[in-house]
């Protein structure tokens, strides 16, 4: 059985010369597939290299919102170009943060429209990064006409209704390793109730280590403690869990056409 990490920063400096092993690791607990995010200009070009040495990573490259105020027509240039690698399955994670206060909301407005008029022109699914900022990112991606290509709310941790709303816009909800925490009620009870076809799973490793790895380095393996508990609140076996959440990511991912099976 298959389980895809379909959010993972294997390319940040807390991996760095641990990768193979990290995979390997990952292997034991059933995780076999792994979508490395980039979202600045090294972690982009740490994850295309990731791609082309892993058999089992595929990658998605954007502009994070916190680095907004760096974007500018050279980066959006050498973003484009890096969009057509065969690897990249998607564009992100883009989207808006207003917890930290290195980009002002109108920058990461300007940048977060800009990224889905590209993602657009090249047909690519969207990732959204959105930190206390749920109303604007619906708001941007309802205005911007995203059903065409569909994506991600990445770790998601709304409620119900936001869910729903999302749902509406074409988008898959998938869920981290907040899904275990114990404060976290209404994001247990959205993976209860999303549509099966539109649930993902993810860790964000090496952030939000699930239950029993709490406040440690989360790895890419803990993937399985996500679908597990997500198992359990569905009252379904995890394998189940596992097959439908990475044939999700496949189909959404367009990894049959694209070759990358």
């Known amino acids: 059985m298959m389980i895809f990490d379909t959010h993972t920063h294997l ?3 807390a991996f760095t010369g641990e990768e193979k092993e990290v995979i390997a690791r990952a292997k034991e607990l059933a995780v076999t597939r792994f979508a490395v995010v980039g979202f600045d200009t090294d972690t982009i070009t740490r994850s295309l290299e990731l791609s082309e040495e892993f058999k089992e990573v595929v990658s998605i490259i954007g502009w994070h919102p916190t680095e907004a105020y760096q974007y500018n027509k050279e980066i959006e240039s050498w973003l484009q170009e890096r969009l057509t690698h065969p690897q990249v399955v998607a564009m ?4 808006l943060d207003y917890y930290w206060k290195d980009s002002t909301p109108e920058e990461q407005d300007k940048v977060f429209r800009r ?12 990732v ?5 900022a749920t109303e604007d990112c619906y708001k941007i991606l309802k205005e911007e006409g995203i059903q065409d290509i569909g994506g991600i709310m990445h770790s998601y941790n709304g ?4 869910m729903k709303r999302f749902l509406d816009l ?3 909800i998938s869920f981290s390793g907040v899904t275990t925490f114990k404060n976290a009620p209404q994001v247990r009870e959205c993976a209860k109730l999303v549509p099966f076809d539109r649930m993902l799973v993810e860790t964000d490793a090496p952030y939000l280590a699930p239950v029993p790895y709490r406040g440690k380095r989360n790895e890419p393996g803990y993937t399985r403690y996500v679908v597990e508990t ?3 609140e569905r ?3 995890w394998e189940e869990v596992a097959h439908q959440t990475t044939q999700n990511a496949i189909k959404l991912f367009r990894m049959e056409e694209r070759g990358l099976l």
């Open 11 to 13: 390319n940040v400096s």
């Open 170 to 172: 074409g988008m898959h």
């Open 92 to 95: 992100g994670e883009m989207g």
């Open 128 to 132: 959204i990064h959105n930190r206390d």
């Open 230 to 232: 997500i198992a359990k």
């Open 235 to 237: 009252a379904l076996a």
């Open 159 to 162: 409620d119900v209704e936001f």
């Open 115 to 126: 990224q889905i008029a590209i993602a657009k022109e090249m047909k690519l699914p969207i």
